[in-house]
C-alpha cells in the first residue's frame, strides 16, 4: 500500500513538473511563438529574427544542441547584448541603493555642520550686540569670516586653514577691543594706521586675549578635521561604486550569461529559470575583478565607523562650535581685565595711536615693530607676562570688574527649534544601515541571482538542458 501511495506521489509529481511544456511540444512541436513572445516582451531585437518553426542553424556559436531550434546568429548577438546589458542594470539597481544611502548621509552631515555654524554665527553676533555694544558693528565682518572660513574647510578646501583663520579673527579683533573695550577714551580719536597695524602685527607677542585663542585654534581644528575627514571619505565611496558600476566584465563573460539566460529559449522552454549553482558560478566569474575590491571595501567600512565616532562621541563637535561664543567673550573679558598694564606695553611697543599725537613725536615710536630697534622690540615684547586672568594675580578692582563683565556678558539660550539635528543620532542610523553592505563586493553574485534569476521551483536550466533540483530527497523523507 505505502508503495503504491508513494508512485502516485511520484506521477503526480512528474505531471506537474513537465506536463505544461510537454503539452506545448505536443500541440506545436516546432512552434517558436512563445520564444517569439518573450523575445518581444524583454525587447531583445527585432522580432523578424525570430523564425516561425524550429529549424537547425549551423551557425549558431553559443546555443548548440541537437534537434531543432529556435534561435538564430542574429538572435544569439542580440542575446548577447541583452545578457550584458542587463547584468549591468542589475549591479546598477543594487548599488544605487547603497550610493544613495552615503550621498543621503553626507548631505545629512553637511546639513547638520551648516546649521551648527549658522546657529553659533548668530549667537555669537547676538552676544556682541548685547554684552560688546562699541565693537558690535565692526566686529560682526570679522566675525561671518571666520564662519565662513570654518565652512570652506569642511567643504574641503585645501586653501583655508582653521588655526590660521583664528589667529587672523583675533588679529584684526584686537584694534576694535583696545581702542573701545580697553581704552575707550580713544574711540574719538583718530587712529594713525600706523597704530592699527602695530596692534595686529603684535597681537600674538602681546597676548591680550590670554590662552583663548589658541586653544580655539587648536581645538576647532581638531574637531573639523574630523568632521572634513568624513566628508572626504564619503565623497571617496561614491567615487569607488560610481568605477564599479563603469568596470567591464570578464571577456567571455557574455556568452556565459547567455547559455545560463537564454539558450532555453531556443529549445522553447521561456519560463525555466538558471540553476543556483550555474548562476553562481556564471556571476563569480563574470564580478572577478570586482570581487577584488571586497579587501579595500571592508577596510572603508571600518574607517567609516571609526570616523563616524570619533565625530558623533559625546557631542565633541557640537560642543566645541557651540563654545566658540565663549571663547571669545572670555577672551575679550582677559583683555579689559587686564587692560592698564595692556596699554603700558602697547604705548611702549607702538607708541601713540592717534594721528594728532603721533604728528607731534619725533623718533621711531610711532613706527611698525618692524623698524624697531631689534633689541628694545625684544625686551619689550619677552618681558610681557601672561595676560590671562587664570595666571595674572589681579587687584581687588580687577576682581570687582571681573564681575561686573561677567553680569554684561550673560550667555544666550538657544531656542529649542533652532537646534540642529544631533550628529551622534544621524551617525548611528547611517551606520546601522551601511552594515548590510559590508561585503558588498563579495555577495554581489549572490545578490544578483537570489533577486533576477534564481526561482524556487522542481527543475531548472543547467546551461545545457533541464535537471530537478535535489527534491528527491525531501520528498522520499516526507513519505515515510
Same mark, same amino acid.
Given at each position: @500500500?505505502?508503495?503504491?501511495?508513494?508512485?502516485?506521489?511520484?506521477?503526480? !509529481?512528474?505531471?506537474?513538473?513537465?506536463?505544461?511544456?510537454?503539452?506545448? &511540444?505536443?500541440?506545436?512541436?516546432?512552434?517558436?511563438?512563445?520564444?517569439?513572445?518573450?523575445?518581444?516582451?524583454?525587447? %531583445?531585437?527585432?522580432?523578424?529574427?525570430?523564425?516561425?518553426?524550429?529549424?537547425?542553424?549551423?551557425?549558431l556559436?553559443?546555443?548548440?544542441?541537437?534537434?531543432?531550434?529556435?534561435?538564430?546568429?542574429?538572435?544569439e548577438?542580440?542575446?548577447?547584448?541583452?545578457?550584458?546589458?542587463?547584468?549591468?542594470?542589475?549591479?546598477? =539597481?543594487?548599488?544605487?541603493?547603497?550610493?544613495?544611502?552615503? %550621498?543621503?548621509?553626507?548631505a545629512?552631515?553637511?546639513?547638520?555642520?551648516h $546649521?551648527?555654524?549658522?546657529?553659533t554665527?548668530?549667537?555669537?553676533?547676538?552676544?556682541?550686540d548685547?554684552?560688546?555694544e562699541? %565693537?558690535?558693528?565692526?566686529s560682526?565682518?570679522?566675525?561671518?569670516?571666520?564662519?565662513?572660513d570654518?565652512?570652506?574647510?569642511?567643504?574641503?578646501?585645501?586653501?583655508? =586653514?582653521v588655526?590660521?583663520?583664528?589667529?587672523?579673527?583675533?588679529?584684526?579683533?584686537?584694534? +576694535?577691543?583696545? /581702542?573701545? +573695550?580697553?581704552?575707550?577714551?580713544?574711540?574719538?580719536?583718530?587712529? $594713525?594706521?600706523?597704530?592699527?597695524?602695530?596692534?595686529r602685527?603684535?597681537?600674538?607677542?602681546?597676548?591680550?586675549?590670554?590662552?583663548?585663542?589658541?586653544?580655539?585654534?587648536?581645538?576647532?581644528? /581638531?574637531?573639523?578635521?574630523?568632521?572634513?575627514?568624513?566628508? &572626504?571619505?564619503?565623497?571617496?565611496?561614491?567615487?569607488?561604486?560610481?568605477?564599479?558600476? #563603469?568596470?567591464? @566584465?570578464?571577456?567571455?563573460?557574455?556568452?556565459?550569461?547567455?547559455?545560463? &539566460?537564454?539558450?532555453?529559449?531556443?529549445?522553447?522552454l521561456t519560463?525555466?529559470r538558471?540553476?543556483?549553482g550555474?548562476?553562481?558560478?556564471?556571476?563569480?566569474?563574470? +564580478?572577478?575583478?570586482?570581487?577584488?575590491?571586497?579587501?579595500?571595501?571592508?577596510?572603508?567600512?571600518?574607517?567609516?565607523?571609526?570616523?563616524?565616532?570619533?565625530?558623533?562621541?559625546?557631542?565633541?563637535?557640537?560642543?566645541?562650535?557651540?563654545?566658540?561664543?565663549?571663547?571669545?567673550?572670555?577672551?575679550?573679558? =582677559?583683555?579689559?581685565?587686564?587692560?592698564?598694564?595692556?596699554?603700558?606695553?602697547?604705548?611702549?611697543?607702538?607708541?601713540?595711536l592717534?594721528?594728532?599725537?603721533?604728528?607731534?613725536?619725533?623718533?621711531?615710536?610711532h613706527?611698525?615693530?618692524?623698524?624697531?630697534? &631689534? #633689541?628694545?622690540?625684544?625686551?619689550?615684547?619677552?618681558?610681557?607676562?601672561? +595676560?590671562?586672568?587664570?595666571?595674572?594675580?589681579?587687584?581687588?578692582?580687577?576682581?570687582?570688574?571681573?564681575?561686573?563683565?561677567?553680569?554684561?556678558?550673560?550667555?544666550?539660550?538657544? $531656542?529649542?527649534?533652532?537646534?540642529? /539635528?544631533?550628529?551622534?543620532?544621524? =551617525?548611528?542610523?547611517?551606520?546601522?544601515?551601511?552594515?548590510?553592505?559590508?561585503?558588498?563586493? $563579495?555577495?554581489?553574485?549572490?545578490?544578483l541571482?537570489?533577486?533576477?534569476?534564481v526561482?524556487?521551483?522542481?527543475?531548472? !536550466?543547467?546551461?545545457?538542458?533541464?535537471?530537478?533540483?535535489?527534491?528527491t530527497?525531501?520528498?522520499?523523507?516526507?513519505?515515510?
Amino acid at each position: @500500500m505505502l508503495r503504491e501511495t508513494v508512485w502516485r506521489v511520484w506521477i503526480c !509529481w512528474i505531471l506537474m513538473s513537465f506536463g505544461p511544456q510537454w503539452g506545448v &511540444q505536443s500541440t506545436g512541436a516546432h512552434s517558436c511563438h512563445e520564444v517569439k513572445t518573450a523575445f518581444h516582451l524583454r525587447q %531583445i531585437g527585432p522580432l523578424k529574427w525570430v523564425p516561425e518553426t524550429a529549424a537547425t542553424d549551423a551557425e549558431l556559436q553559443i546555443c548548440k544542441h541537437q534537434g531543432p531550434t529556435c534561435c538564430t546568429r542574429k538572435m544569439e548577438e542580440s542575446y548577447h547584448a541583452a545578457a550584458r546589458r542587463g547584468t549591468l542594470q542589475n549591479i546598477l =539597481s543594487y548599488s544605487l541603493e547603497l550610493k544613495y544611502l552615503i %550621498i543621503g548621509h553626507a548631505a545629512a552631515v553637511q546639513d547638520t555642520f551648516h $546649521s551648527l555654524l549658522s546657529f553659533t554665527l548668530n549667537h555669537t553676533l547676538s552676544l556682541l550686540d548685547l554684552a560688546y555694544e562699541p %565693537i558690535a558693528a565692526e566686529s560682526h565682518p570679522l566675525v561671518s569670516t571666520l564662519f565662513s572660513d570654518l565652512a570652506l574647510y569642511l567643504r574641503g578646501n585645501d586653501d583655508v =586653514s582653521v588655526v590660521r583663520s583664528v589667529r587672523h579673527f583675533f588679529d584684526e579683533l584686537f584694534p +576694535l577691543v583696545y /581702542r573701545h +573695550l580697553v581704552n575707550p577714551g580713544l574711540a574719538s580719536s583718530i587712529w $594713525s594706521a600706523e597704530g592699527a597695524e602695530c596692534l595686529r602685527a603684535t597681537r600674538q607677542d602681546l597676548n591680550p586675549f590670554g590662552p583663548h585663542p589658541q586653544a580655539l585654534g587648536h581645538g576647532l581644528a /581638531r574637531v573639523l578635521g574630523v568632521g572634513r575627514s568624513l566628508m &572626504q571619505a564619503l565623497t571617496v565611496g561614491v567615487d569607488v561604486l560610481n568605477a564599479s558600476e #563603469s568596470a567591464g @566584465m570578464a571577456k567571455d563573460c557574455g556568452k556565459a550569461i547567455v547559455r545560463m &539566460q537564454f539558450c532555453s529559449h531556443c529549445k522553447g522552454l521561456t519560463l525555466i529559470r538558471p540553476c543556483q549553482g550555474l548562476c553562481l558560478n556564471v556571476m563569480r566569474g563574470c +564580478l572577478a575583478g570586482l570581487s577584488e575590491l571586497q579587501g579595500p571595501w571592508s577596510r572603508y567600512i571600518a574607517l567609516l565607523e571609526g570616523t563616524s565616532a570619533a565625530l558623533a562621541g559625546g557631542h565633541e563637535l557640537e560642543l566645541t562650535l557651540l563654545g566658540i561664543r565663549e571663547r571669545i567673550n572670555d577672551a575679550i573679558l =582677559s583683555a579689559q581685565l587686564n587692560g592698564p598694564h595692556l596699554s603700558a606695553i602697547v604705548e611702549k611697543v607702538c607708541g601713540p595711536l592717534t594721528e594728532s599725537a603721533s604728528s607731534t613725536q619725533e623718533g621711531p615710536t610711532h613706527q611698525s615693530p618692524a623698524v624697531l630697534d &631689534q #633689541s628694545s622690540t625684544v625686551e619689550s615684547v619677552s618681558s610681557i607676562p601672561s +595676560l590671562s586672568p587664570t595666571v595674572q594675580n589681579n587687584s581687588d578692582d580687577h576682581r570687582d570688574s571681573h564681575v561686573t563683565l561677567r553680569k554684561r556678558s550673560l550667555p544666550l539660550k538657544p $531656542s529649542k527649534h533652532d537646534k540642529p /539635528r544631533s550628529l551622534k543620532k544621524i =551617525s548611528k542610523e547611517f551606520m546601522s544601515h551601511i552594515q548590510r553592505y559590508k561585503s558588498f563586493f $563579495s555577495m554581489l553574485p549572490e545578490v544578483l541571482c537570489d533577486s533576477e534569476m534564481v526561482l524556487d521551483e522542481y527543475t531548472c !536550466w543547467n546551461g545545457e538542458d533541464v535537471v530537478e533540483r535535489m527534491w528527491t530527497h525531501s520528498i522520499s523523507k516526507g513519505l515515510k
